[in-house]
């Protein structure tokens, strides 16, 4: 009797691992699919903006860079506005800190 109830424990165990793993499966296919179709990030080649980086600074409130037809721009994101903080001269090569550290100098003088 021991050996009859624990194949029937180890089936329904496999049953349920299975299942699991169809859903989980499912799960990572529809998360691949709205990233990939939903993110701020990704631009169309034909579009006049794109959003290059946002970078968190507190809970609610957040820096962006953002490109319009080739200009770049930084912006203050909070809650309820959004602030132009600077005008960032083209950098190929220059990291979100780099940026900002330039728009402050710019700002300075």
Not at 58 to 73: N, T, Y
Request: aromatic content about 6%; charged content about 20%; glycine content about 8%.
């Amino acid at each position: 009797m021991g050996t009859g109830s624990e194949a029937t424990l180890l089936e329904s165990s496999l049953r349920m691992i299975w299942g699991l793993l169809i859903v989980l499966g499912i799960i990572l296919i529809l998360y691949a699919f709205l990233k990939k179709r939903f993110s701020l990030l990704t631009s169309s080649p034909g579009q006049r903006i794109k959003v290059i980086e946002i970078r968190p600074v507190m809970p609610k409130k957040s820096l962006c860079i953002v490109e319009v037809d080739g200009k770049e721009f930084l912006l203050g994101i909070s809650s309820d506005h959004i602030q132009h903080v600077a005008t960032l001269s083209r950098q190929e090569t220059g990291t979100f800190a780099q940026s900002l550290e330039s728009a402050e100098l710019e700002n300075k003088s």
